[in-house]
């Protein structure tokens, strides 16, 4: 077999959201030849570095695939080194934690195995120091798996726009050193054109995220299955929504209207993220319950996450505190039984001014695995587009509220039944797209 060196920070026994993309490609790239030796952080060594784990997945692996650990150093939070993470740093300090170990283990990988390629996968992106120093030295190719944007994503501001033009130059530097460059969705990958001008599109391959199961385990129809006796009809989101209130008050103000520290703030990109939120889809149900009180004891919003103060001052500055129900974290595996009794999931994103949002969150996919329709109150960009073209779900436009409160009713009055385009998600399953970059690793190589 051809052996590929990944390195995958966020790797099982580690439960995150950015873990499931490696570990998939790691469970199926052997039925095309190829055999990842996995490096990724040790979850247990460190109490500053909070992480779930679960070494279920890691025993789905077959034998061949070995997964070597590299414990990260304690954090440092003194007040210095938090004004020199802030103001004089790129990116996060995982890396400089991290680097000493996880190189020692990768001179013992290239000792014991026969490497042919690297895949590393961001974020965390400076880690991709890694993946080059390695790359270089050894004269292998290198494939960057970038699950995210990096320098145009602007969860929260930059402190400076010199701070953005450093983050740039640095994704230039990795792009530049890189064989192959992989991401997402197509709207990212123009992302990346636009943002680097002497970036090549052949040199960049669109692999997207997709979900664990084969061609013929793709749902037919996904069904709400509300009948005119439902006594509650429930709304489900699963995960996390990225927001930051915060960071969205610093968007929407002058440099003058901000305190001291954050005059010199950048935003390269104007990423509005409230539209993430549940924010459009609450006031709908808010707006629908004001019209029409019955509907007061029927919806009902079920929360599957870690949940944060603002989501819960969210929901009752909105007066929904009653129709609303917190299931707290539950663990991947167990997901699909703890919704059995939801009606639909929602689906959200971000709203890009005079762009459009580049990402299809994962839980989408769950979404259909469990043949539930999504409520996607949605703007413009891969996750609509996504949605319309499997016929997934419905789609509203966040900004309208009288056509989404009529439309919500609507549909909550009457059984959803959607027929899935099953052709189209064929190009999603685990399976194909690990073919797709099995194919580009033995180009690269």
């Known amino acids: 077999m051809t052996e590929v060196l990944f390195i995958a920070f966020q790797f099982p026994p580690i439960n995150i ?17 190829i055999k990842p030796i996995i490096l990724t952080l040790d979850p247990y060594n460190q109490k500053d570095y909070k992480v779930d784990s679960n070494n279920k997945l890691i025993d789905q692996l077959t034998s061949e695939i070995k997964v070597y650990t590299a414990p990260i150093k304690k954090k440092n939070t003194s007040s210095i080194e938090k004004f020199n993470q802030i103001y004089l740093s790129i990116g996060d300090d995982k890396y400089k934690r991290w680097k000493k170990n996880a190189l020692i283990q990768i001179e013992e990988i290239l000792k014991k195995n026969n490497i042919k390629a690297i895949y590393f996968t961001a974020p965390p992106f400076n880690n991709g120091n890694l993946a080059v120093k390695t790359s270089k030295k050894y004269k292998i190719p290198l494939i960057l798996d ?24 640095r994704e ?72 930051n209130p915060s960071a969205e008050e610093s968007l929407n103000s002058s440099w003058w209207q901000r305190k001291s520290y954050r005059w010199f703030q950048y935003f390269p990109t104007h990423e509005k993220w409230v539209y993430r939120s549940p924010f459009f889809f609450l006031k709908t149900v808010a707006e629908l319950i004001k019209e029409h009180p019955n509907y007061k004891s029927k919806i009902e919003f079920i929360f599957i996450g870690n949940i944060e103060p603002w989501l819960l001052k969210m929901v009752n500055d909105l007066g929904l505190t009653s129709n609303f129900e917190n299931r707290g974290f ?5 997901l699909e039984e703890v919704t059995k009794d939801i009606n639909f999931f929602l689906s959200t994103s971000v709203k890009v001014e005079e762009g459009k949002d580049y990402a299809i969150a994962s839980k989408t996919f769950d979404y259909i ?31 309208d509220l009288k ?18 385009n099953k052709n189209y998600l064929k190009g999603f ?17």
């Open 17 to 33: 959201a950015g873990s499931i993309r490696p570990y998939m490609f790691a469970k199926y790239l052997p039925s095309f030849g």
């Open 146 to 169: 970038m699950r995210d944007g990096w320098s145009k994503w602007c969860i929260a501001p930059y402190a400076s726009v010199l701070h953005y033009h450093f983050t740039k130059k």
């Open 172 to 243: 230039a530097f990795f792009f530049k050193n890189s064989t192959y460059i992989v991401t997402v969705t197509n709207v990212l990958k123009n992302v990346f054109l636009a943002t680097h001008s002497n970036l090549e599109s052949n040199k960049i391959e669109v692999i997207p995220n997709g979900f664990d199961i084969n061609d013929d385990e793709i749902p037919t129809l996904l069904s709400s299955n509300v009948t005119s006796t439902s006594k509650k009809i429930k709304i489900g989101y699963i995960g996390t929504f990225y927001y």
């Open 330 to 334: 539950i663990e991947h595996i167990h």
């Open 369 to 399: 695995k469990f043949k539930k329709p999504i409520l996607a109150f949605v703007t413009a960009g891969s996750q609509k587009s996504f949605i319309e073209n499997s016929n997934t779900g419905i789609t509203f436009d966040p900004d």
């Open 403 to 420: 056509t989404n409160t009529r439309k919500l009713k609507n549909i909550l009055e009457h059984e959803c039944s959607l027929n899935v």
């Open 429 to 445: 399953t685990r399976k194909n797209i690990t073919k797709q970059l099995s194919e580009l690793i033995y180009k690269a190589i």
